[in-house]
C-alpha cells in the first residue's frame, strides 16, 4: 500500500524522504519517487521498482533542497510504471496520494477541455492540476477549492514553488501523521517513518488540513477554523520497528509473542481477585444483557481471530454471534439493530473494507467496540468503544504477533462479558485467569520447538499442496495456518473441519501429502482422530499438534509437536506458533520474500 513522507527544514531533505521510505516499505509498493524544492524549481526524481532503484537513479546527483515530498506507490489506477509513480506535478505544483480519488474521471474531462495535459493514468493527478487550475497566488485557499470538489478518500501532501516553506497536507480515511522536531518537521502515512528524528506526533484527523513549515504547524478545516492538537507522543521506539538482529520481522515478530501478551494481559487480569477488568469500557450490566446479537466484521488474519472469538463469546457469554468478512457484511444488508452490537477487529485499524463495515453498522444503529492494535487509527476513532491489543508495530506483511493478542482480547472480553451477565461461575473465570497469567511462559515454551518445526518445513516444502484439519477451535486455527502458509511461502494450502474432510476433500488426498491436524480440544479429540485416522488410511503424511503428555498422538501421526497443556480456550494461541513458524521456514527454504509477498500490502487502505 502507498507511503507517503515530508520534510521541512535545515537539511537536505533528499535524505529524510528516502531513508523514511524506506521505512515504510513494509507496505508493500512498486514505484517510488520524491520532489524536492531546488533553487525555487520543483526537481522530481521518480521510477517503478523499489526503493534501490530510486537510489541507483539518484546516484550522486542528490537534490539540495530543503523542503520535500516522498511516495510509495501501490498501483491501483494505472500499471506500475515510472510516469505513473508519484509525486505528480502540475504547473507550480507537486502533490502526492495514498487513496483512491474517485471522482477522477469527470474531473480530468473537465480539465482536458481546460487545456491541461496529463502524463499518468493515475486518479491522483487530477489533483495536481485542479490546484494548478485553482491557484490564483494563495496556496492554502487553493488547496481548499480541490478539497472541495474531489470526492474518495486521501492522505495528500502538497508543495508549491511559491512557497518554500510550507508543505501543506490533509487526509481524508487515510491515515497521516506530522512528526514534531526542532526547526524541522515532518510528514508521514506511518509512524515508522518519523519514529528515527522525533515521537512527539500530531495524528491527523479527517478535515484537517495542516500547514507544516520549519518552525510550526498550523492546522485549520476547510472553513479556515482554528484546530489545536494534543502532540501524542509514540510510546514505542525505533528499535521496535527494526528488526533487532532477527533475519526477517516475521520471525522477529513471531518471537515477540511472549511479549505481546503480556503487555495486551496487562492491567486487565487481575491475579488476586482471579477478575477480568476493562478500564477503558463503559458497559453496565443492564447494558450488556440488552445485547442480543454480535457480529464480528474483519478481514484475513483478523476475520480468522473472530472465528475463534465466535467460539469464545457462544460458549462463554452466550450471546449467538455471526462473523463476517468485512466486505461481505458491507453489502448484504446485515440484520444490524440497537440491540446488537458489531466488534470490528482489524490490526491496523485502517482496512478499508473493515472501516466501512463499521461506519454502516454504525448507520444500522448498532454499537460498535474496535479491537485493533493501532492507536489512534481510523477504526479506532470511529468504534464507539475500543479495545487495544498491545502487540506493538508489526512490520512483516504475515500477520503473527497481531492475531494472538487479537484471540487474547477477545478471550479477556468474552470472560468480561460472561461476568456481566453472570454466564460463567467464579470458579471457572479464576481458572481462565491463571491460565491466561501463565499464557506468556507457555508460547516461550512452544518457541522452544523452532528446529524441529523447521525440519518439517523443509521436509514439506517442495509439496504443491498441504491441508490443514482441525474441530472446533482447532479448525479456526487451521483457517489461519493455511493462509500463512499460502501467503507467504506460495503452496497451496487449505483448512477444512475434520468432519467435513469426507464431503468431498478425501478425494484429493493420495499418499504422501501432508496434512496438518489439530488435537487440543479434549470434548471432540476422539472425533479428530477418527478423522485423523481417515486421512492415515489414504497414506497421507500426517503431521499433529497436540498438547504435552497425550503420547497417543504417535501412534497414529507421522510427526507429532507438543504444545504445553492449557485450558481449551488458549489453546489456539498456543496452537498457531508451530504453523507460523511452519509457514515462515517453508517460505525461507522456497527462497521466497518473507516479508513483503508477492502481491500483497501491509494495510489494504483500497476497497
Ligand atoms: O490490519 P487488518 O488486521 O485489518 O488487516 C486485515 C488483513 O489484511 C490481514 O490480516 C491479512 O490477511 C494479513 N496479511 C494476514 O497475514
Not at 260 to 269: P, Y
Not at 522 to 551: C, H, M, P, W
Request: charged residues 25%; aromatic residues 8%; glycine residues 8%.
Amino acid at each position: 500500500m502507498c507511503g507517503i513522507v515530508g520534510y521541512i527544514g535545515m537539511h537536505r531533505a533528499a535524505d529524510y524522504l528516502v531513508n523514511g521510505l524506506s521505512k515504510l516499505e513494509y507496505r508493500g509498493y512498486d514505484s517510488a519517487g520524491i520532489a524536492v524544492l531546488e533553487n525555487n524549481k520543483i526537481r522530481v526524481e521518480k521510477c517503478v521498482g523499489r526503493l534501490d532503484a530510486l537510489r541507483t537513479k539518484l546516484g550522486n546527483n542528490i537534490p539540495e533542497g530543503n523542503i520535500g515530498i516522498g511516495h510509495t506507490r501501490w498501483a491501483t489506477h494505472g500499471r506500475p510504471s515510472d510516469l505513473n509513480a508519484h509525486p505528480h506535478v502540475a504547473g507550480k505544483f507537486a502533490i502526492v496520494h495514498n487513496g483512491i480519488i474517485e471522482n477522477y474521471l469527470k474531473l480530468k474531462e473537465e480539465l482536458l477541455a481546460k487545456g491541461h495535459e496529463f502524463t499518468s493514468e493515475t486518479d491522483t493527478e487530477v489533483v495536481a492540476h485542479l490546484l494548478e487550475d485553482y491557484y490564483e497566488g494563495d496556496f492554502e485557499e487553493a488547496v481548499k477549492k480541490v478539497l472541495r470538489v474531489i470526492r474518495g478518500s486521501y492522505a495528500l501532501a502538497f508543495m508549491c514553488e511559491d512557497q518554500p516553506d510550507m508543505i501543506i497536507c490533509t487526509k481524508k480515511d487515510n491515515p497521516l501523521v506530522i512528526g514534531l522536531g526542532d526547526g524541522e518537521n515532518f510528514i508521514a502515512s506511518d509512524i515508522p517513518a518519523i519514529i528515527n528524528e522525533t515521537r512527539r506526533t500530531f495524528i491527523m484527523s479527517d478535515g484537517e488540513i495542516a500547514t507544516v513549515t520549519p518552525d510550526g504547524v498550523w492546522i485549520q478545516d476547510i472553513n479556515g477554523v482554528p484546530i489545536s492538537k494534543k502532540v501524542f507522543i509514540v510510546s514505542w521506539n525505533a528499535e521496535a520497528a527494526e528488526k533487532s538482529g532477527y533475519d526477517h520481522f516475521m520471525l522477529k515478530e513471531i518471537n515477540e509473542q511472549p511479549k505481546a501478551i503480556r503487555d495486551t494481559v496487562s492491567g486487565r487480569i487481575n491475579l488476586e481477585e482471579k477478575n477480568i477488568a476493562f478500564p477503558e469500557l463503559c458497559w453496565t450490566e443492564d447494558e450488556m444483557k440488552e445485547i442480543n446479537k454480535i457480529f464480528i466484521v474483519a478481514c484475513g488474519t483478523a476475520y480468522h481471530a473472530g472465528i475463534v472469538g465466535k467460539y469464545y463469546l457462544e460458549q462463554l457469554a452466550r450471546i449467538p454471534v455471526e462473523v463476517d468478512i468485512a466486505s461481505e457484511f458491507r453489502y448484504r444488508s446485515p440484520l444490524v439493530d440497537g440491540n446488537s452490537l458489531t466488534i470490528v477487529i482489524s490490526q491496523s485499524g485502517e482496512t478499508s473494507d473493515t472501516l466501512a463495515a463499521l461506519r454502516e453498522a454504525k448507520r444500522l444503529g448498532a454499537r460498535t467496540l474496535a479491537v485493533t492494535n493501532v492507536v489512534g487509527s481510523s477504526i479506532a476513532r470511529e468504534a464507539d468503544q475500543v479495545v487495544y491489543t498491545y502487540a506493538g508495530p508489526e512490520i512483516a506483511v504475515a500477520s503473527t504477533k497481531a492475531y494472538t493478542t487479537q484471540l487474547l482480547a477477545m478471550l479477556m472480553l468474552s470472560i468480561y462479558v460472561a461476568r456481566l451477565r453472570n454466564t460463567l461461575d467464579k470458579r471457572t473465570i479464576a481458572g481462565l485467569v491463571t491460565a491466561l497469567a501463565n499464557l506468556p511462559n507457555a508460547v516461550e515454551q512452544t518457541l522452544k520447538h523452532t528446529e524441529t518445526i523447521k525440519g518439517l518445513a523443509e521436509k514439506y516444502s517442495p509439496c504443491n499442496d498441504v491441508f490443514f484439519l482441525g474441530r472446533s477451535l482447532d479448525y479456526a486455527v487451521a483457517l489461519e495456518g493455511a493462509l500463512k502458509l499460502k501467503e507467504i511461502s506460495y503452496i497451496h494450502a487449505e483448512a477444512y473441519a475434520a468432519g467435513e474432510l469426507k464431503h468431498g476433500t478425501l478425494a484429493l488426498l493420495v499418499p504422501g501429502v501432508p496434512v496438518i491436524v489439530l488435537a487440543t480440544q479434549e470434548d471432540i479429540y476422539d472425533k479428530t482422530i477418527s478423522n485423523l485416522q481417515e486421512v492415515k488410511a489414504r497414506e497421507a503424511e500426517v503431521l499433529a499438534i497436540g498438547f504435552e503428555g497425550d503420547s497417543s498422538l504417535e501412534n497414529y501421526a507421522d510427526h507429532v509437536v507438543y504444545i504445553p497443556k492449557t485450558d481449551k480456550y488458549l489453546a489456539p494461541m498456543l496452537s498457531v506458533v508451530p504453523l507460523q513458524l511452519f509457514a515462515y521456514h517453508a517460505a525461507l527454504v522456497r527462497g521466497c520474500d518473507v516479508d513483503k509477498p508477492r502481491n500483497l500490502a501491509k494495510s489494504v487502505t483500497v476497497e
